[in-house]
């Protein structure tokens, strides 16, 4: 069972690492922050009394969860903007024209600048890797996303793994190269 004071560091140390992986994934800091903040509060309320060394995993599951819940609730609130955007006034004057969302430009460098297209290719290039990721054998993943993706040193990979840091290496260098020749072999190039 995780104490307080391990709950706390352990938080404190994953912030960083969350919050980056939250803002590569919906692009939108406000929105990573608070999906960051939703993922901690939700690990210390229902998983707080397991043990520490289960933390991370659980963590990163939770963080996955929060993400995927964002992505759902943009689609709908997306779903009812467009459909009551399509209603008109239907009137002759000038002003129905008007289209407030039409004359806002976005910030260049924001997923609302992105063009449709863009998004689409993001998101299934996005799917792609993620389904690579999850055919790497299961110790090469593990390895890759605590090095990768929470970024996590050798050191805290190996202690996470029960392996040696040789092992770590290894499996991240097997899962790298693995990685790379699926996504060539796919036409994505990083």
């Not at 290039?125 to 040193?153: G, V």
């Amino acid at each position: 069972m995780a104490t307080d004071k391990e709950l706390s560091d352990f938080l404190e140390n994953v912030e960083r690492r969350a919050f980056k992986q939250a803002v590569y994934a919906v692009r939108k800091d406000e929105a990573a922050l608070d999906i960051v903040q939703d993922a901690m509060i939700k690990l210390a309320e229902k998983y707080g009394d397991k043990p520490a060394d289960e933390l991370p995993m659980l963590f990163q599951r939770i963080l996955q969860n929060t993400i995927h819940d964002f992505f759902r609730r943009e689609k709908v609130r997306n779903t009812w903007v467009s459909l009551f955007s399509s209603f008109g006034h239907g009137g002759d004057d000038s002003q129905d024209d008007f289209d407030v969302l039409e004359s806002l430009e976005s910030a260049e460098g924001t997923e609302a600048a992105e063009s449709s297209a863009d998004k689409v290719e993001r998101q299934q290039t996005l799917m792609q890797i993620d389904a690579e990721i999850q055919k790497l054998p299961t110790r090469q993943r593990e390895a890759f996303l605590m090095r990768y993706w929470q970024d996590m040193d050798v050191a805290e990979t190996a202690a996470a793994m029960g392996c040696s840091e040789g092992s770590v290496k290894t499996h991240c260098s097997r899962a790298t190269h693995a990685l790379a020749q699926a996504l060539r072999a796919k036409g994505i190039t990083l």
